[in-house]
């Protein structure tokens, strides 16, 4: 298969250009990217001589970059990863790019898709866009939509332009919900790539309102492998929620990042909760599991070991990010927190 990755400088598309590169021999991947804060060409070094991947600066807001991509190649499938994917920066620095780049740039790919007869789009959002949970239960695909802070609601947008594509225009389409990953070559400002460094660093931990929060974590591995099952397995129309079976509150993740770096709980500091943050998330896999017989591989805890690993091998990749441009855009997020709450310090 000839595969567009969109945002494959980012955490999950670069993890996902690599699963496809070992597990699909003849695939070839082109992979574009803006490159935007979060996007990263060192994530993609080792396979920059790979024949079977091509890299291209451009923007998914573009329908000239888009169009040109279209025009010059014939692809059996396009995987839109490339997103604003940063809850906190959707509250506090605005919802602009967002609405640009979740919603616009996904009608731009469905518009392209669609015009030059692609046989699958695969749209890969999130289990954000169902809102939050009460204290039991779990995400199904029947759940309603109810997205609560603006990354969720353009993620949500996006799905809906979708949905609306496949059922009104016949485009085949699929949609993955996935829960909070985490592996190598994860942005800095997520919690656990955030706690690790900052822990190495002995900076303090800042853990938002009582650290109670539960997210469903799943490595990002195994977020790969559901998406490429549902890309050869799911049926069009179809939405498929990927979730890593490991339902636990935020604080307790914290605490195994530090047990495992072997530092001092006295790091962990609760500071001033995120506006809007929804308490529970979960997920039920069980049509991914029954239809697609796709399943979580990993365990949680060797996966987390395996995470701290990488991030202890590789500081260089994390340091270069946490200074210069990016900490200045960290302290104006973060301004409203209390002095010396906050989570990066240059
Ligand atoms: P990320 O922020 O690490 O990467 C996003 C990538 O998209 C970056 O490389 C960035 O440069 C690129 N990009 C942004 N705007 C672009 C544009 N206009 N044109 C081209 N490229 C652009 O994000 P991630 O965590 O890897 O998430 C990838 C996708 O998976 C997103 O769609 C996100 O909503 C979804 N998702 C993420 C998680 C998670 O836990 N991280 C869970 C479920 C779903
Ligand atoms: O659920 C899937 C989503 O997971 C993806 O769609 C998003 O792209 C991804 O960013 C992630 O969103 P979250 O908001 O859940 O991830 P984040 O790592 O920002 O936060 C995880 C939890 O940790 C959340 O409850 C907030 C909390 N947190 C986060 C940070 C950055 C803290 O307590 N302290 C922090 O400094």
Not at 48 to 53: A, P, Q, W
Not at 175 to 193: A, D, H, M, V
Not at 245 to 268: F, H, T
């Amino acid at each position: 298969m000839k595969l567009l990755v969109t945002g494959g400088a980012g955490f999950i598309g670069s993890n996902f250009v690599h699963y496809i590169l070992k597990t699909h021999p003849t695939d070839e991947i082109v992979n574009i990217d803006a490159l935007t804060y979060a996007g990263n060409l060192e994530n993609l070094t080792d396979i920059r001589d790979n024949s079977r991947h091509v890299f291209v600066h451009g923007d998914i807001t573009s329908t000239r970059d888009v169009n040109r991509l279209f025009r010059e190649h014939r692809f059996d499938a396009v995987l839109n990863f490339a997103a604003e994917s940063h809850v906190d920066r959707s509250l506090h620095m605005g919802p602009r790019e967002f609405i640009k780049t979740n919603i616009m740039g996904t009608q731009i790919l469905l518009d392209a898709a669609r015009k030059h007869k692609v046989p699958r789009f695969l749209q890969v959002s999130t289990d954000e866009v169902y809102g939050s949970l009460g204290p039991t239960g779990a995400f199904t695909e029947e759940t309603p939509i109810q997205p609560n802070n603006p990354y969720s609601a353009t993620k949500a947008g996006a799905d809906f332009m979708v949905r609306a594509a496949q059922h009104s225009h016949g485009l085949d389409a699929v949609i993955t919900r996935c829960s909070n990953n985490f592996g190598p070559y994860q942005f800095p400002e997520k919690l656990i790539p955030l706690m690790i460094s900052n822990a190495l660093a002995d900076k303090p931990l800042p853990v938002y309102g009582d650290g109670l929060h539960v997210r469903d974590w799943i490595y990002v591995m195994d977020h790969c492998s559901g998406i490429d099952t549902v890309l050869r397995k799911g049926k069009s129309g179809e939405v498929y929620n990927l979730g890593g079976n490991y339902d636990v509150p935020n604080i307790e993740i914290v605490k195994g990042i530090l047990k495992i770096l072997g530092k001092p709980k006295s790091l962990i500091s609760y500071v001033k909760d995120r506006p809007g943050h929804d308490r529970r998330y979960a997920m039920d896999n069980t049509r991914a599991k029954t239809e697609l017989g796709w399943e979580p591989a990993h365990r949680f805890e060797d996966a987390l070991k395996e995470t701290v690993n990488w991030y202890v091998a590789n500081k260089t990749w994390w340091d270069r990010i946490r200074s210069g441009e990016y900490l200045k855009a960290y302290d104006k997020m973060y301004g409203w927190r209390e002095k010396g709450d906050k989570g990066v310090q240059g």
